[in-house]
């Protein structure tokens, strides 16, 4: 009887014992929102595999429409968003989401300072990767046709009139067009590529009524003619399909959807051999890139108790533990920020942006207004209803009304 | 009945009346009569993986202590209703005034957001409503003379279109009609034009909305129609017939006037639905060609602008249109309701 009742001990010691060493303990709930891309996956499944409280993670491309709302309640509905520099301005606009430096000390001894967003020396989000926009083209139609990979998007155009004159592809160029955010998003790559500046020094007031303005938009009406003509519903999910396909040619895609970018069912071996990645384009004759950089990273909510925070931050920190990335898969997914990465082959696009000097997208707090007021106005301009300078000034007017509102103007 | 009686019958749907309508459109007024209190900014020094700068932002505790001490916001007054936004009366004046003729005025107001969702409503509206009226009550005359054997299967495959969730029903036809789609590629042979597509055009997406308009609500029409006609007193057809009658005349003279309170009802429910069209614009990614005055407000409210104070003049400003609409059919109601007594 003895014997079972000591060898009864010594599993449940061990089992203990593995437990702790292994596993992620929490002791309260965590709930994360955040978008759906493969490394967010990943990070959502790593969160999820903490014991002893529930994680629950809610991943979709609305997040940003919910996780002010579900982060402003109290006790808040989500304990910790994954935001990228776009989307954190809400969240600090609206005073929600907590400085982390206590927890830092406590629990974060894996973090490298380049991974610590401060604001006003305070840790207010921990980013795990940096992502840009770069081209994604094919190289087996560009040797074919003896073109050289564009460097700038003048090379880009001329390589997309070239393709179509072969007749390879009909609409050789891709891009996320789709009225809105994405729509704004190409203009701010572009308008910066032409030396623009959103707003007037320090303060709120809008300055995108200048030159760079409407070259910037000339640049985007020149490169839809190159466009599948249903451009404006395009966002970057159907742009992937239409490459997937093999019908774009050259786009400027985001380096966290093209490194799986042919993974998918059905994709034809001629796509998967030929994708190739390079580096941002700049244009106009500039030197700065026309992309912005963006990083991804998680914050932890105000409206929670500290024991919430504690294990959120404790979860989170499981999600992107450096070895994650020893898992070839997850190390492709992304441009990781963790210790230890090396750059993969899916990474030179986004690794080319940071060397060239890309801008980060602005954290300012009406940034997002003046981003919405493009992505509203600019529809009108690519469908040839009005003019560049027409196109400009009622964003700024749209902007202004907004600004207005929100207590910035 | 006695007042007393119809007091105590009326009170529940009265409470619920005032907490669940009139209590939220007095908070939509009050918070569309405020905005957010000036934000307090100041410069501070951020960093993230790609090094630190001096930005401007938000002094989160100076700015709490002005909301503390006046929590509903700035009072503005009017000042959103006429932003550039909404009614946009600086915009408008201007456009008056440099305006060659009704076309151009027409023109240059739909570039303003408000107008342009206006617009887009109130064609959505004064075309699909009529549009289903008529062909509900067409399909509702087939089916009734259909042999009784067929009618029930006829019956399920004609309200099918109403049971599709609106959302999910406009994202597979946005695929469909697609220049790769089916029905896109359909159009494209039919009309021997290799680069013509749906969504690529106002025109095309303006019809194709109002199509989709009509082919989800027919069913609604057609139902009550056809439980309509199952009430046609049989005598009056007769003796009609007797007097020699035609199948046309028959409808004009007795079945359409027999259906006429069905038909106001009908109206009436399809032309609040319709001005409040929502779902397609977003399944069929539309908002380049096509917006609404719903789409404007969840467009206002989602995103991470999130303009509460925009959300809620949009809302009254709609409430209003609505009132405007209906008051027509209601005002015929009130006379014929005076009449009878």
């Known amino acids: 009887m003895n014997l079972i009742k000591y060898t009864f001990l010594i599993t449940s010691f061990l089992f203990f014992l593995i437990k702790n060493s292994f596993a ?92 610590l967003i401060t604001i006003n020396d305070k840790v207010m989000a921990v980013a795990f990767m940096a992502n840009a926009q770069h081209l994604v083209y094919r190289k087996d139609i560009l040797e074919k046709l003896n073109i050289s990979v564009p460097k700038t998007y003048e090379e880009m155009l001329s390589a997309a009139k070239k393709i179509r004159t072969s007749g390879l592809a009909k609409n050789p160029i891709g891009g996320a067009y789709k009225a809105g955010w994405n729509l704004a998003q190409e203009f701010n790559n572009m308008f910066i590529g032409y030396g623009g500046k959103h707003f007037k020094g320090n303060t709120p007031e809008p300055n995108v009524k200048s030159d760079a303005g409407k070259k910037a938009l000339n640049m985007m009406k020149s490169l839809s003619e190159y466009m599948n003509p249903d451009f404006l519903t ?33 994709v034809s071996d001629a796509v998967k051999k030929g994708m190739d990645i390079a580096g941002p384009m700049t244009v106009g004759g500039g030197d700065i890139p026309a992309s912005t950089l963006f990083w991804d990273g998680w914050t932890v909510a105000k409206k929670i108790s500290d024991a919430e925070a504690e294990a959120t931050f404790i979860a989170m920190m499981n999600a992107i533990d450096p070895s994650i990335i020893k898992d070839d898969k997850v190390r ?24 060239m000097n890309t801008t980060p997208y602005p954290m300012l707090p ?44 | 009945m006695k007042h007393k009686t119809f007091f105590w019958f009326i ?18 007024v009050l918070q569309s009569i405020h905005t957010p209190h000036e934000n307090v900014l100041i410069t501070v020094e951020n960093c993230d993986p790609f090094g630190c700068k001096k930005v401007t932002s938000i002094d989160h505790e100076a700015t709490k202590k002005l909301n503390q001490s006046d929590p509903l916001g700035k009072f503005v007054g009017l000042d959103i209703y006429f932003d550039r936004g909404h009614l946009a009366i600086e915009k408008f004046k201007l456009i008056w005034n440099n305006s060659e003729n009704i076309f151009s005025f027409i023109k240059s107001l739909s570039n303003l957001p408000f107008y342009k969702a206006v617009f887009f409503t109130l064609t959505f509206t004064f075309t699909v409503t009529p549009t289903m009226l008529l062909l509900g009550l067409l399909i509702a005359l087939g089916v009734n003379s259909i042999s009784k054997k067929l009618r029930g299967i006829v019956i399920f495959f004609s309200l099918l279109p109403m049971i599709v969730t609106p959302l999910i029903g406009s994202i597979i036809l946005f695929w469909m009609i697609d220049s790769r789609g089916i029905i896109g590629n359909l159009i494209q042979w039919l009309f021997d034009d290799p680069n013509l597509s749906l969504k690529a055009s106002t025109t095309l997406t ?98 991470e602008t999130r303009q509460l104070s925009a959300a809620a003049t949009s809302s009254i400003l709609t409430i209003i249109g609505v009132i405007i609409l209906l008051s027509p059919v209601l005002l015929r109601t009130w006379k014929d309701f005076k009449f009878k007594k």
């Open chain 1, 332 to 355: 492709k997914q992304a441009v990781w920020l963790l210790d230890g990465y090396t750059p993969t082959d899916a990474a030179r696009g986004v690794f080319a942006a940071a060397k």
């Open chain 1, 234 to 266: 395009h966002d970057s999910n159907a742009t992937n399909a239409e490459f997937r396909a093999g019908n774009v040619i050259l786009m400027n895609m985001w380096g966290s959807r093209a490194a799986t970018l042919t993974d998918a069912d059905g």
């Open chain 1, 366 to 409: 009406y940034a997002g207004l003046m981003h919405s007021a493009i992505g509203a106005e600019i529809a009108d301009f690519m469908q040839g209803k009005e003019n560049a300078k027409k196109t400009l000034s009622d964003i700024e007017d749209a902007y202004r009304a907004a600004a207005k509102e929100k207590g910035f103007l």
């Open chain 1, 24 to 115: 992620c303990e929490i002791k309260a709930r965590v709930s994360v929102v955040g978008n759906e891309f493969p490394a967010i996956q990943t990070v959502g499944a790593g969160a999820k595999k903490c014991k002893g409280a529930e994680v629950k993670t809610n991943l979709t491309a609305d997040h940003q429409k919910i996780n002010v709302a579900g982060m402003s309640s109290e006790p808040a509905e989500y304990t910790s968003a994954i935001v990228a520099n776009t989307s954190i301005v809400a969240l600090l606009n609206n005073d929600l989401i907590r400085p982390l430096d206590d927890l830092v000390k406590k629990h974060g001894s894996k973090l490298k300072k380049n991974q």
């Open chain 2, 206 to 303: 303006w019809i194709m909305l109002i199509v989709y308009g009509v082919w989800h609500a027919i069913p609604f029409s057609f139902i009550v129609f056809y439980a309509g006609l199952q009430t046609v007193p049989k005598d009056q057809l007769e003796s009609a017939k007797i007097d020699g009658a035609n199948k046309f005349e028959e409808v004009i003279y007795i079945i359409i006037p027999h259906l006429m309170p069905l038909i106001t009802f009908v109206t009436l429910m399809q032309l609040m639905d319709n001005f409040r069209v929502f779902e397609p614009i977003v399944g069929f990614s539309a908002e380049a060609h096509a917006t609404s005055l719903s789409w404007i407000i969840f467009n206002d409210l989602g995103g």
């Open chain 2, 11 to 28: 009170l529940p749907t009265f409470l619920a009346m005032l907490i669940f309508i009139f209590l939220p459109i007095i908070s939509v």
